[in-house]
């Protein structure tokens, strides 16, 4: 079945230092999605990209697609104490079902 | 729109019990979906619906069943509890695409 790969598992940050997480697909997605998971919480849609080559901003948040539609990457410049929290991928399929990578868990230190 | 709401919160069973976990959104989604969440891990799809009347397996059903009667319902049904189903469950809907989580129930199993 198809399998999505997220590395690294935790990344430990300064405040002020940037981040990235990997998220690598054994089969082709026709999109993919990220989400986030504050601490105790659920997870949060934060965006979908859908087109080979893909790169969108949110604030200090840069998401790419990469050009075979097998892997992306999330970027935060300069984290923020409330950047702190589990970031996943998900890739889509088949239609309606998503399949998650393991997670990006993300603390920052003040 | 109170979104995705989930009950309970918190529970715990004993061995071989069986429960419900109820799963209701307001938002006319026809897509629905349930989640689990180990420690530190992904989200593993139990089951998924794609309207009224229509379900199927995800990745890790085994133990779980599920019905859609409704647009709004979508409980997760567990039988015979096993320690191994000590998780956090989430349900999601969506259109598809971005997908909506209700809080998550915490179950326990001794």
């Known amino acids: 079945g198809q399998q999505v790969m997220q590395i690294p598992q935790y990344q430990h940050v300064q405040e002020g230092e940037d981040f990235t997480t990997y998220c690598n697909s054994s089969?082709?997605?026709?999109?993919i999605q990220w989400y986030k998971q504050r601490p105790g919480g659920h997870p949060v849609f934060l965006i979908q990209?859908?087109?080979?080559?893909e790169v969108k901003k949110q604030k200090r948040l840069t998401f790419q697609f990469g050009e075979a539609k097998k892997n992306s990457s999330l970027h935060i410049t300069a984290t923020q104490t409330t950047d702190v929290g589990t970031y996943f991928c998900?890739?889509?399929?088949?239609?309606?079902?998503?399949?998650f990578g393991q997670g990006t868990i993300l603390t920052v230190h003040p | 729109n109170a979104g995705v709401t989930q009950t309970p919160k918190f529970r715990i069973l004993k061995i071989g019990q069986s429960m419900t976990l109820q799963c209701t959104q307001d938002?006319?989604?026809?897509?629905m979906y349930w989640y689990r969440q180990d420690p530190g891990m992904g989200l593993k799809l139990i089951y998924y619906?794609?309207?009224?009347?229509?379900?199927d397996k995800g990745e890790v059903p085994n133990g779980y069943n599920v019905s859609r009667s409704t647009t709004e319902d979508f409980p997760l049904r567990l039988e015979l509890a096993a320690p191994s189903q000590t998780s956090v469950y989430f349900c999601?809907?969506?259109?598809?695409?971005?997908?909506?989580f209700g809080p998550g129930t915490r179950l326990t199993v001794l």
């Open positions: 089969t082709t997605l026709s999109n």
């Open positions: 999601a809907s969506s259109l598809p695409n971005e997908q909506f």
């Open positions: 619906s794609v309207g009224a009347g229509i379900t």
């Open positions: 998900a890739g889509f399929t088949s239609y309606g079902k998503l399949t």
């Open positions: 990209l859908v087109k080979s080559g």
């Open positions: 938002m006319n989604h026809n897509y």
